[in-house]
C-alpha cells in the first residue's frame, strides 16, 4: 500500500542535466533503502544508484561523477540529479523503495523516460 510516483524524466541534449523526483505516500510506513533503476530498449534492468535510510550511496561504475542521489525523510523523496547526460542514458527510469508496513517489502514506481539525444 506504499505507493512511488516519479518526475522530471524528458528529452534533453547530450551534456545537459535533470532531476528525477520520487515521492513516497501511504501510511503507516517507513522507507529503508530508496534506488533508481533504469531499463534501456533491449536490455535488462540494472540498478543506478541507492541511498540507505542512514545516507550510505552506491553508484553504478556507468554513472559515478555525473549521477547523485539524495532524499529528504521529512518529505518521504529521494532525488536523482543527473548531470552530463549522454545517449546511453537513455532509458525508462524506475523509482524504488524498501519499506515497512505490517512487515518488510519492495515496491516500484512506473517509470518515467528519459532521451537524451546526441
Known amino acids: 500500500q506504499v505507493q512511488l510516483l516519479e518526475s522530471g524524466g524528458g528529452l534533453v541534449q547530450a551534456g545537459g542535466s535533470l532531476r528525477l523526483s520520487c515521492v513516497a505516500s501511504?501510511?503507516?510506513?517507513?522507507?529503508?533503502?530508496m534506488g533508481w533503476y533504469r531499463q534501456a530498449p533491449g536490455k535488462e534492468r540494472e540498478l543506478v544508484a541507492s541511498?540507505?535510510?542512514?545516507?550510505?550511496?552506491n553508484y553504478a561504475d556507468s554513472v559515478k561523477g555525473r549521477f547523485f542521489i539524495s532524499r529528504d525523510n521529512t518529505k518521504s523523496t529521494v532525488y536523482l540529479q543527473m548531470n552530463s547526460l549522454k545517449p546511453e542514458d537513455t532509458a525508462v527510469y524506475f523509482c524504488?523503495?524498501?519499506?515497512?508496513?505490517?512487515?518488510?517489502?519492495?515496491?516500484w514506481g512506473q517509470g518515467t523516460q528519459v532521451t537524451v539525444s546526441s
Open positions: 524504488n523503495a524498501d519499506a515497512t508496513r505490517y512487515g518488510r517489502r519492495n515496491y
Open positions: 501511504g501510511s503507516g510506513f517507513s522507507l529503508n533503502t
Open positions: 541511498v540507505t535510510s542512514g545516507g550510505s550511496t
